[in-house]
């Protein structure tokens, strides 16, 4: 299973995609959609939409996973997002793929196993589940990895695939032994904690181009 993360925005939009192959998860492509402050808020949606059409016939995700909209102090901001991910949900609803939202808090949990994590420790836990060289860059990039993370671990299969402890969403609970996912987490958590890097598992995805 394929899943395309995407933390919105019309000025940088993250992209993040994702394999699921039993319980283990791999990066395959990352990086952001940029748009010049210059053009028109019109054109910039238009430049989004076209970028996103080209990743969903690059890659045939199979859900795309969005981080969903919730109240914010900057109207601005707020407004920002919801153009942007309006443009998301049309390019996925044209492509017959389904949605899947989530909180920021619930992909931190996904992610980092708490709500209270850090950014800087969302990302440095998306760097070990994922196997990375290096911690994913820009921001948005490591954003959108996390919340294909979150929606990859909470969907289970025909054949209900096992999900980790740590997947809040599970129906039910989760079976004896932990995943290659858990692992991942649990390894990435002691890490941490003794103050050590990441280990790196395999090589690094190379990043989109851009939209111009």
Same mark, same amino acid.
């Given at each position: 299973m394929i899943i395309l $993360? *995407? !933390?919105? $925005?019309?000025?940088m939009l993250g992209f993040g995609v994702v394999e699921r192959t039993g319980t283990r998860l791999r990066a395959i492509d990352y990086g952001v959609i940029k748009t010049p402050s210059s053009l028109s808020l019109p054109a910039r949606l238009e430049s989004i939409y076209l970028a996103l059409n080209d990743l969903i016939e690059l890659h045939h995700p199979m859900l795309v996973g969005v981080e969903r909209l919730f109240f914010t102090k900057n109207v601005q901001t707020?407004?920002?997002?919801?153009?942007? +991910?309006?443009?998301? %949900?049309?390019s996925a609803a044209?492509? !017959?793929? !389904? *949605? +899947?939202?989530?909180t920021p808090n619930e992909v931190k949990v996904a992610t980092a196993g708490h709500g209270s @994590? @850090?950014?800087? /420790?969302? /990302? +440095?836990?998306? /760097?070990?589940?994922?196997?990375?060289?290096?911690?994913?860059e820009p921001d948005d990039a490591a954003d959108a990895l996390a919340i294909a993370i979150c929606v990859a671990n909470r969907e289970r299969s025909v054949s209900r695939i096992p999900?980790? @402890? %740590? !997947? +809040?969403?599970? %129906?039910?609970?989760a079976p004896t032994g932990m995943t290659p996912y858990e692992k991942a987490v649990h390894e990435a958590l002691r890490r941490e904690r003794l103050g050590l890097q990441p280990e790196a598992k395999v090589t690094r995805a190379p990043k989109s181009k851009t939209a111009s």
């Open positions: $993360g *995407i !933390d919105p $925005g019309t000025a707020a407004f920002a997002v919801g153009q942007a +991910r309006g443009v998301v %949900l049309l044209q492509h !017959d793929l !389904d *949605i +899947r939202e989530a @994590a @850090a950014k800087e /420790q969302v /990302q +440095r836990m998306v /760097q070990a589940i994922l196997g990375l060289a290096e911690i994913p999900t980790g @402890a %740590l !997947d +809040r969403s599970a %129906l039910t609970p």
